[in-house]
């Protein structure tokens, strides 16, 4: 158990719909990241949070969207969902900046029909 | 952009005995890190080892070790006295502190060891 905690576990959905993904980063840990693994395309990282503000983008398509909380909590938004974007979405978390040893959530599968 | 080559699709090995599992990278950075990490059936995500750049002493735990190979831009992964429990997906990746350690890890495509009893 890393102490990443993701809900749901798993989701599906309808194209077009739009769906919200949670992540908790371990205690103390203060950036998040999201990740997306599919068989097209692999593991790709997407985006970053770190204490509440948007640290880096990556291959994140406009369709998805992502925020974290004063909590420390983190959502990822995917709206005008496709078929393509059916995968696993991971959330990780490490303590900060500069320290890169990033624990993985147990991912969130979405499955668009 | 960072890239990380995964050569070896699959990989099986007998049980006991010592695999090694190869990944090549590319950067323009001269400091930053490489992991690799270990994706059972389960798909949970595993961080088997890690690696500075700047260390010359290679890394290892317990039963896994790299050799890192800085100027060929190498980093493979050595899992001496094979067990059951290694049968996984393996995954290079690196990172690149530049900007405070802002960017996200980038991953290879994996290579799937097989364990044969």
């Known amino acids: 158990d890393s102490g990443v905690t993701q809900t749901p576990k798993h989701l599906i959905t309808a194209t077009g719909q739009r769906v919200t993904l949670r992540c908790s980063p371990r205690s103390g840990d203060l950036s998040v990241y999201w990740y997306q693994q599919s068989l097209d395309q692999g593991l790709q990282f997407l985006i970053q949070y770190y204490n509440g503000e948007e640290r880096a983008k990556g291959n994140i398509l406009e369709r998805f969207s992502a925020q974290q909380f004063p909590d420390l909590h983190s959502e990822l938004n995917l709206s005008s969902l496709e078929l393509g974007d059916s995968a696993l979405y991971f959330c990780?978390?490490?303590?900060?900046?500069?320290?890169?040893?990033?624990?993985f959530g147990p991912g969130t599968r979405l499955t668009v029909l | 952009a960072q890239t990380v080559t995964q050569s070896q699709p699959e990989m099986s090995v007998q049980e006991a005995e010592t695999v090694t599992l190869s990944c090549t990278y590319d950067?323009?950075?001269?400091?930053?890190?490489l992991f690799w990490y270990k994706q059972p059936p389960s798909r949970q995500m595993i961080l088997v080892i890690r690696q500075e750049a700047y260390k010359q002493q290679n890394a290892t735990e317990n039963r896994f070790s790299v050799n890192f190979q800085k100027a060929a831009k190498s980093f493979s992964l050595k899992i001496s006295d094979s067990q059951l429990g290694d049968a996984a997906m393996y995954f290079c990746?690196?990172?690149?502190?530049?900007?405070?350690?802002?960017?996200?890890?980038?991953f290879g495509k994996g290579t799937h060891l097989i364990i044969q009893p």
């Open positions: 990780a978390s490490s303590a900060g900046t500069g320290i890169h040893e990033q624990f």
């Open positions: 990746a690196h990172a690149d502190p530049s900007g405070g350690g802002a960017d996200g890890l980038t």
């Open positions: 950067t323009s950075e001269s400091d930053y890190y």
